[in-house]
């Protein structure tokens, strides 16, 4: 089945040290999304990558960067991780519809 | 500002018992919109969504939501609650006049009493 697939699901990492969450789908869709969500609350959008344009959120922190080497995969990039970083982050594509489909998220534990 | 807003943080219903949870929008235009699920510990799945025409839209695991102008709302409804649709509900719209990004409801929890 075509999907958006995210790994790992949980993460654990230490105060400071970097960590990278990783996003795939065979979907071949040409927009794909990094959202924050944190308990409790909707799914906050962090930056989206239209084919290979980047946009970034205006309020998103600098900690956080994105790569997209190829259709298929996205990466997030935690530089420093606080413990405010900790949450749920999910991946989602889009094509030429308008609705997105979502990856399980990866759970970000920062200790 | 273009939004969606969901009233009601948190819900309770008897298994069995009609479901309806709601949603009101504030755009400009005739606006696309979605209902998302989510379970603990899970990404969001699409349950239905309306871009124009009719204004019942039927989704999956025996979900509709209706359009309603005049309300400003696109409240989904289920005639009888199961145990397993106990999840997170969020209700989305455009953001900003984009047509790439979306904004989503607070979310609802649904609780579903035996």
């Known amino acids: 089945d075509a999907m958006v697939i995210q790994n790992p699901r949980y993460q654990v990492t230490q105060f400071g040290k970097p960590v990278t969450l990783s996003c795939s789908q065979t979907l071949n869709h040409n927009v794909m999304y990094w959202y924050q969500q944190k308990s409790s609350q909707a799914p906050k959008l962090l930056f989206h990558y239209y084919d290979k344009d980047f946009n970034n959120e205006a309020d998103t922190p600098d900690n956080f960067q994105s790569r997209r080497p190829n259709t298929s995969f996205c990466f997030l990039d935690i530089r420093s991780p606080g413990l405010g970083d900790a949450a749920m982050y999910l991946c989602a594509t889009r094509d030429r519809g308008y609705e997105q489909y979502f990856g399980p998220g990866t759970r970000l534990t920062v200790t | 500002a273009q939004s969606v807003t969901q009233p009601d943080i948190h819900i309770t219903v008897s298994e069995g018992a009609s479901l309806e949870l709601r949603c009101n929008y504030s755009?400009?235009?005739?606006?696309?919109l979605f209902w998302y699920v989510q379970s603990p510990g899970q990404g969001l799945q699409l349950l239905l969504k309306y871009f124009s025409g009719d204004t019942l839209v039927q989704g999956i695991k025996g979900f509709e939501a209706e359009f309603k102008r005049s309300q400003s709302s696109f409240n989904l409804r289920k005639p009888s609650v199961h145990w397993s649709d106990a999840a997170e509900y969020f209700c989305?719209?455009?953001?900003?006049?984009?047509?790439?990004?979306?904004?989503f409801g607070k979310g609802t929890l649904l609780t579903v009493n035996p």
């Open positions: 755009y400009g235009a005739t606006p696309y």
């Open positions: 989305a719209g455009p953001s900003g006049g984009s047509n790439y990004k979306l904004t």
